[in-house]
Every structure is written in C-alpha cells, then in structure tokens.
C-alpha cells in the first residue's frame, strides 16, 4: 500500500545503490546507506550515509537498527552479524544463508551439485599438490582456475593449462576452485526476480557482444540473438537454480552455453548486476525497481521488454587516473534512445566502472548500428 | 560535456521540481531549491533547500549566488528581480522578459494577437461598468471571465452569461480577461522544448479525455484521436507561438480545437507541465531531462512516444484532509506498463495533486482499458 513509510538499508554504496535509490524516487521511499567512503555514488541521492566498513558488525548492526529491510548491493559484507540480525528477526532480502553459500564459490558449485544445476565440472583444491591429483576429471589442455572468495569484477578468475599447473608454474596460496574449461561458449546472463510469495519471473536473456577482431565484450544485449527453445531453456535453468535458494530478492545468473547448445550456470550473483542495467529503459520494470518491489513486498512487475536494447560500460582505460571529461557526449546525446548513466566517480582509474550507456531502437539491427558509433565517439580524456 | 558541475537552480519545491531533480540524477547535476515550506516534495531530492518565498528578492539572490543557471517550477515568483539578475548576467531560463508576458494573461493574450497567433477574441476590463461595453464583441450566450493574475490550475477562470455580466450579477475588482467562449471544443497540449541555440522541437499532441457522463477530464493521452493533419496543425501553432517569445525553455501550449477544426492557442507555461507527465515513461526523452538538456547547454532529445501513453492524476477527493493511502495500489503494481508517482505530500486535501499515474500499452485502445481500470480502482483512503 502507497504511500509507505518502510525504510530500505543497503549495505554500499556504489552505482548499484545509487541506481536502486534513483528507482525508488517516484514512491519516495527512505534509504540508508553503510559505505566507507563518503565519496561514494549512492552518497548523491542517499537519504542517510552511515560511514563504515561493511565487515564491521557494530556499524551493520546500526544500520539494521534504523530500517526496515535490509539489502545489499555487494556480496563482499559481514555474513556472520546477518545471520545473527536474521535470526533475531530482521528481514534481510536475499537472506544471508543464501549469500553465505555465493561468496564462496566452492559452496556456490556443490549447491549446483546438489540441486541438479547444469554447470561446468569443477574439483576444489586447496594446495599445489592437489592439483595434480584433480586433473585427470578435466579434458583439453586448459582449465579456469577461481579463488573461492574475495574475486569481483573478473578478479580471482585465470584460465590456465594444466600443464602449468601440474609443473608449479602456477602457485596458489589460498582455497581455489577448478572448472573445466570449455571452447567457444556464448555468455549469457538472466536476471531472476523472487518476491517475498515465492512468486517467481525472469527478465529476457542478455547476450554478450564480441568484437570480432579483440575477442573482448563491447556491449551487452537483449533480446538474444538465440532460437527461441534455447532462450526458454536458459531462462528455465536460471529460473531453476533461484528456485533452489528458495528466498526472495533479485538475482542475476550467469551461464554458458557451449557449441552442443548446453547451458551451464556459471556463477549467480544475489544483487542487480551490470547485465541488467539496460532493464531501466528497455524493460516495463527496471531491475532496480523490481528489487524495490521485493524489498517493499510489492507485487512483482512486468519483466518485458519495450524495446530492444543494449548498454555498454563506460571504463576506466589503462592510460590515466585523476579528473576527466567523456568527450563526444553531446554528439550521443543528440542520437535517439541513447541513455548517459554516470556514477558520480570523481576519479577514473584503469578498468574502473564510471557509467553506462544504454541504447534503444525498434529493431536489434539498429541497436547494433547505434552501440557501434557509441563505442567509437565516446572516449575519456583527462582534465 | 560530461561530467558537468554547472549547477541549476529552481525556484519553487513542488512536484515539477521533484521530477525535474530526478530526471538530472543520472547526470549528477547539483540543484538547489528555494521554497517556502521544508515539507515540500523536491526537498527530498534536492542537494540544498533554501528556506524563502518566491517573491523575496534576497532569498532569489541568494540562490542566484549560489547556482550556475535558474529556472522556475511556477509562474508566481519576482520577475523584477529576476529582470535585475538576467541583466546582471546570470542565465535565467525561461527568460523572465517571456515569463513578465506569461504572469499576465491580459500580456499573453495581446501577445498572441501581436504576433497572429490563433487564440480566442478577447478583451481587457478593469471594472464593471467596461463589461456592457465589450459585450458586443462576443457571440452566444456566456462569455469567459478570467483573472488577469494569480490563476492556477483552472483558479480564477469562471464561464459566464453576457446577460450575468450585463445586470451586475457578477462583480470583479481585479483587472480581468474576457473571452470570446467557444461550445464543445476538444482541448490539446503541446509541449514545445527550445535550445539555447535556438532550436526547437515539439512532443507528440496530449488530447484530454473526458468521461462521457460527468463531462470531467480522467485522464491525457497521446497519442491523439486528431487526423493527422490537424495533429501536424495544432504542432506547429504550438511551435509558432513559442517561436515569438524567442527564447530558450520548455512550454507547454494548451490548445482548443473548435467543431469547425479551428485551433486556438489557450494559455502558455513557461515551465514542465502536468499534460507532459507521461513523456516519463512513454517517450525517449522526457519533459524533465529535456528542460534539463536546455538548461545545461546540452542538445534536445528525441520526443518520439515509444508506446502510447495515459497519465491521470491522483487528485485529493472534496471529503477529506489528513493523512491518507492510497488503496488497490498493489492491484495497479501488478499490472504491465503501470506506473505509480507520489509527489511526497504528507497531508491530502480537497482538490491537492497527490501524484499520478501513467499507463503504457502497445495500442492506444489497451492504454484506455488499463486507464479505464485504474481510475476505478484507485481510491484514497484517510488513514
């Protein structure tokens, strides 16, 4: 019921808080936010900032102290004090034993296990030694190696040969997971919303683009250009492996799907992610405004696509750190259906996220075409 | 350029700032308000509310001091200090010269006829013995009495008989506007954004639909049920007349479209309007970023609709003032393309915009459907 006066907490408060909050205006729900730097994204629209670590009980247990619900738009955060917060009685959305069981992605691979979720063979090893004793489970010459915890944004993860590692070339020093590597996979992401009911929908699948000539990601899409029975299969398996958790909140799952047409589930992330922001224009429900909806124990909203869409990052380039202007925007900005999110960074950094754009069109087609001349107009330029 | 630190300044703190502030969110533009009251619905959004009235002319130069470019959210703020400031150099937008014509209907109406741009007969009376005298101008039996200023929102506008106005039944003691009053006319808007670099566009006609029964507006719609050619017509007087104020801002021109498909200009705002709320959602560039785009220096967006699009307001009933919910609204959350929009007002009372809605669907019969079913449903109910 509108108007209400539920307060949502997050823990962060990077881009994903910020445009959680954004989502949330037009109901003007009261949002508290713990982040350690005062400088944050979130911090602009922010109700509250509480300034602290996100491993520090104390601070977590004085945000939790001044909301009603209570999320997170990180996964790096203090399970044990949810835990302990939950069982006396807050409501934190996804609960915390299912974020205990992502964190840490060999727990994340046995849940798969378990509950007959597709995904790549994987041993978990915790010394050198154990390595050579594993590789036989894996064909072809290489594997993905992942640290258990603590890997964000592609950090933690190396494909390398077994060979490297059955002679030591590669040494690890902490709990690690290996995966079988497979050739030639298409990525996929599909972002599963579960509200408080148990009710469950999935956003349509997000493709990720390829240039052909770097072999790296320049923007990701939706629709896919998939057939329709393996676009509903992925959204089954996706759907399946939320369904597992059993607990609400707003879920992005990652998959593979190899040359067979196999889908695997490669990792789920318990939080809106960075192949669901193209939702904000291109979708009836955003998946920010979706979470909210969760969040508020609304029902969920129409996941369908208006349009097709697709949105590239805006990151930090190898070549400087400091102030800097995006050059070419007023030349975007004149394009139809082209969408400037910036994330209030002050300060690029290689490889740092510092916005996104989304782009829209009637047809994928020219989706391509628009995505094309944004990639290559937009660049940093220091100041 | 982005990012930009130029600042924007609005006078006024109510719902159009609310949702001119959200609009600029993703571009992290800093904007502070002046307004009277703390409790007023852009005080949550913005960075800074500067506590004032709108016609003190200290507290207009103290958020003059303290912003990059100026803009209002209502006709009713200190135009000679504005005059002063824009003088003085500062960027005020719309031009307060454009605003001075707007305050005074009387202004607005010998501005038309100056610049042959199609708008009722009229003329101006200062007392009552000037009405006998001017009733010869109009034809049939009622006539239009209008307040030369302080109108809003359908204020100080009353449809009245010559024959009334002849035998004394109706006393003015203010300078007035009468018009000539025309009999089943259908009433459009057109909003019409113009740059600094003197460049304009318009955004699709809004049609009002009136329910058949009680004759009262339920909802705007666009796109409208005109002919083409009339839809083309009723565009470019809009742009006409926005054209010989000559300056740059974003208007909303309400228009009468007469049986004979005669269109006539009705009244100008210099500001967003209430018959633009459903750009929001339904077109590629709403009317708050495009007000946001003029006042930045930034170029004008597309104003294509994706979807046809309803937008109806959540107005407060004659029955009662206080706290209130809104009931259904989950039944409204639930269905697709239904967007709910609260103006953060705390107390309802008779006649009090409390928010509104917007409707998107594929055609523009399913829009009416949709309106059809959230009018009913919608009831406020005291808490």
New interface residues.
């Given amino acids: ?3 209400t006066k539920k307060r949502i907490g997050i823990l962060g408060g990077g881009q994903l808080g910020k445009m959680l909050i ?1 989502a949330s ?4 729900i009261n949002n508290t936010i713990l982040e350690a730097d005062l400088n944050c994204p979130a911090a ?2 922010a ?1 509250k900032v509480i300034l602290g670590n996100l491993y520090d009980a104390d601070k977590i247990r004085e945000i939790a102290s001044e909301v009603d619900v209570l999320t997170y738009e990180i996964e790096h955060v203090n399970t044990d004090v949810l835990l302990a917060l939950e069982a006396e009685g807050l409501e934190i959305i996804p609960s915390p034993r299912i974020l205990q069981i992502i964190q840490d992605k060999g727990l994340q691979k046995q849940f798969f296990e378990k509950n007959s979720i597709p995904s790549a063979q994987f041993k978990l090893v915790a010394k050198n030694d154990e390595f050579v004793a594993c590789m036989h489970h894996f064909t072809g010459e290489k594997v993905v190696l992942k640290f258990r915890t603590g890997g964000y944004d592609g950090k933690g993860v190396l494909i390398v040969k077994k060979e490297d590692l059955i002679q030591g070339k590669v040494i690890i020093d902490q709990p690690c997971l290996i995966e079988q590597y497979h050739e030639n996979i298409v990525e996929y992401a599909v972002i599963v919303a579960r509200g408080k009911d148990g009710e469950s929908v999935s956003f349509p699948s997000i493709e990720m683009y390829f240039n052909p000539i770097t072999n790296l990601v320049e923007f990701l899409f939706s629709p896919t250009r998939m057939d329709e029975k393996l676009d509903q299969e992925c959204r089954k398996i996706a759907m399946a492996a939320i369904e597992a958790f059993n607990g609400p909140g707003l879920f992005a799952v990652e998959l593979f799907v190899d040359q067979g047409g196999e889908v695997l589930v490669n990792e789920i992330a318990p939080r809106p992610h960075n192949s669901g922001h193209h939702t904000i224009e291109g979708c ?1 429900t955003s998946q920010f405004e979706q979470l909210n ?1 969760i969040l508020l124990g ?5 996941t ?1 696509l ?2 097709p869409a697709a949105m590239l990052n805006l990151v930090g380039p190898e070549n400087f750190t400091g102030e800097y ?3 070419n ?2 030349d975007l ?2 394009m ?2 082209v ?4 994330y ?1 960074k002050n300060v690029i950094k290689p490889n740092r996220k510092m916005g996104h754009i989304t782009i ?1 069109a009637e047809t994928l087609d020219e989706v391509f075409l628009k995505a094309e001349k944004v990639r290559k107009w937009l660049t940093f330029k220091s100041v």
Same sequence: chains 1, 2.
Avoid: K
Wanted: proline fraction near 8%.
């Fill in positions: 019921m509108l108007p954004e205006r037009p109901w003007n602009l629209v109700d009836y909806r609304f029902p969920l909203g129409s369908q208006i349009q202007v995006l050059t925007t007023e900005l004149a139809e259906g969408y400037i999110h910036l209030n829209l």
